[in-house]
């Protein structure tokens, strides 16, 4: 009687089927393009302006979803993270489409965990601004906000001319609106697969 191949022959792992859904995307022999470096980055800045434990738990959920052979560490995330060129510690290395898909699926799940806080922001201040009222009047809103200026101003590079369209905290409230807006569409119905495609719009 014949015996069955063993599984780990003839089946993916989770984290390849997972990566798999992901298209590969056109790059250059520098890698990932600006615009993705950046948005998977400021993806996870608010992400962390959200959750007191973001670092710590990007990690453990890189572990959790098999990961931890893309971004095994602490320092490994710091380094791709930091191949976004608006940062302080920008490092001039290239993000590769692996790392970028490990990124994005990171975002992602991390985002449907909190789906229900960021259909609430996201509800407060659309009524704050219907009402003409001032976002500090929300403190779930306003911790946030000022969480995520923080974080932005501390990691990226002032002297940076990108960087400068954010001097006033209105346009960073801004950004971190938008930021919301994006992680909520995350969570949608193939919403990585669409995240994913929009990192590279204009590209393809």
Known sequence: MLSNPPQTQTS?????????RLPDMPVTHHGCSRRTRVQLDLALLAIEALNLNGSQDILA???QLELDGILPNRVTLWRV???NPLRRAHRRRPMSLTEAKALTAIVCYMARRMTLALRQLLKEYQQLVQQQLPLEKSP????????????FR??????????????????????????LEQLLFCTGTAGMQRFWVSLFDGEV
Do not use: G
């Open 12 to 20: 993916k792992s989770q984290t390849t089927v997972m990566l798999d």
């Open 61 to 63: 959920l890189a572990k």
């Open 81 to 83: 993270r930091n191949t």
């Open 140 to 151: 779930q809103l306003a911790f946030y906000l000022e969480r995520f200026r923080a974080h």
């Open 154 to 179: 501390s990691r990226m590079n002032p002297r940076r001319s990108a960087i400068l369209v954010y001097s006033t905290d209105e346009k960073l409230n801004e950004l971190a609106i938008a930021l």
